[in-house]
C-alpha cells in the first residue's frame, strides 16, 4: 500500500497526505522508496528526525534529544536487558513493545518475576520507561509547514483495562501544553495529524510526554463538540489557532455502547438510550458512512461473541474429547 501510495504521489500533485495507520508509518520508515518521494508521504519534514517515525523506541529518542519533558526511559534489545534498565530505573516500569498500539504490547511491571512472566512476543528493540503516576491527557494536533493549526485536549476518564483505548474523556482547554505542541512542529517541520499522550503529574502537575503518534486516531471528530473546526484549519492554515473553548464529557459511539453492552453495564447502555448529557451529538447522524461503519463494528463484535466464538470453543473442545 505505501508503495502505491508513493506511485501516486509521481502522477498527481497533492497538498497534504495522510498516514491513517501505523502500520502505513511503519512500512513508509522501513521503505526504500526515493527520498523526494518519500519526504512528500512523511509527516515529519525535518529528514533528521525521520527515525522518530519508527514505533515507540524512536519517539523516545526523539523527545529526549529535544528535551522535552517526559519518564526516564532507555531501549533494550534482549529481555535480559530488559530487567537490567528496570533495576537500574527503578520499579514499577513500564514495559513497551517499539511497534504496538491501542493499549497492546504495554505492561506495567513491579518486579522482575512479572517481566520474565511477559511474553515479548514481538521482535526488539523494546522500550523500558519508569512509571510515572498521574491523569492521562491526550492531545489530537493538526500541523501545517510546521504551524500548530488546531488541537483538541482531553482527560482520559474511562478505558475497559489499563492501558487500553479509551471509552470516555473529558475534553477542556488546555493552553499549558501549545508551547511544547509549537516546539515539535517548528522542530520536525509537521505536516498532518498526531496524537500524542501526556502523563499530567498529580504533585507539580507537570506535563511528561509519553507517547506520539504520526497518524489521527477515532477521537478527531469529537472534538467538534468543544469548539475546534478541523475543516476550517484544512482550508485555510493561516486561520487562528483552532483549540477547545470548553469543556464537556463524551464517550465514542460506539465502542462504549457496545462494551457496556457486553459486560451488561446498564447505565452506560442507559446514558445511549436516554440521551444522558446530550450523548447522541456524538452520534455522527449527518456522516452516512461514519454510521454505516458503527453498525458494522457492533455487528462484527456481536458475530464474534455470539457465534465465532462459541463454535470455536465447542470445536475445540470436541477435538480434545475425539478418540484418537
Known amino acids: 500500500m505505501i508503495h502505491q501510495a508513493a506511485d501516486l504521489i509521481t502522477k498527481r500533485t497533492f497538498h497534504l497526505t495522510i498516514l491513517g495507520s501505523d502500520a502505513l508509518v511503519w512500512a513508509l520508515n522501513d521503505s526504500k522508496i526515493d527520498p523526494s518521494v518519500k519526504a512528500q508521504l512523511s509527516p515529519i519534514g525535518n529528514a533528521y528526525y525521520q527515525y522518530a517515525l519508527d514505533g515507540k523506541v524512536g519517539s523516545a529518542a526523539l523527545w529526549r534529544h529535544l528535551k522535552i519533558p517526559s519518564p526516564a526511559s532507555k531501549t533494550a534489545d534482549s529481555s535480559v536487558q530488559v530487567s537490567q534498565i528496570a533495576q537500574e530505573l527503578g520499579f514499577p516500569v513500564m514495559i513497551k513493545l517499539s511497534r504496538s498500539g491501542g493499549g497492546d504490547g504495554v505492561t506495567l511491571c513491579h518486579s522482575h518475576k512479572e517481566i520474565a512472566a511477559i511474553a515479548l ?29 488546531a488541537y483538541a485536549s482531553s482527560l482520559m476518564t474511562y478505558s475497559p483495562s489499563p492501558h487500553a ?11 499549558e501544553i501549545e508551547p511544547l505542541l509549537q516546539k515539535l512542529g517548528a522542530s520536525l517541520q509537521l505536516t498532518g495529524f498526531t496524537n500524542i499522550t501526556f502523563i499530567r503529574t498529580i504533585a507539580s502537575r507537570q506535563y511528561l510526554l509519553i507517547e506520539l503518534d504520526f497518524r489521527p486516531n477515532r477521537w478527531i471528530r469529537h472534538s467538534e463538540l468543544v469548539g475546534v473546526d478541523w475543516s476550517k484549519a484544512l482550508r485555510n492554515p493561516h486561520t487562528p489557532l483552532q483549540k477547545p473553548l470548553s469543556t464537556k464529557m463524551v464517550r465514542h459511539f460506539p465502542a462504549d455502547l457496545w462494551y457496556s453492552m457486553q ?36 455487528l462484527q463484535k456481536l458475530w464474534r461473541q ?13 477435538n480434545e474429547e475425539a478418540p484418537w
Not at 479509551?166 to 493552553?175: A, K
Not at 455470539?306 to 470436541?318: L, S
Open 121 to 149: 512476543h514481538a521482535p526488539p528493540p523494546y522500550l523500558v520507561e519508569k512509571y510515572i503516576e498521574g491523569e492521562a491527557i491526550s492531545v489530537e494536533a493538526l500541523f501545517l509547514q510546521s504551524r500548530l493549526t
Open 165 to 175: 483505548p479509551s471509552l470516555e474523556r473529558i475534553f477542556t482547554p488546555c493552553p
Open 263 to 298: 459486560i451488561k453495564q446498564w447505565n452506560r447502555i442507559f446514558y445511549w438510550l436516554l440521551n444522558k448529557n446530550n450523548s447522541w451529538l456524538s452520534i455522527p447522524f449527518q456522516d452516512p458512512m461514519s454510521l454505516v461503519n458503527g453498525g458494522k463494528y457492533l
Open 306 to 318: 455470539t457465534i465465532k466464538r462459541p463454535y470455536q470453543k465447542a470445536q475445540k473442545i470436541q
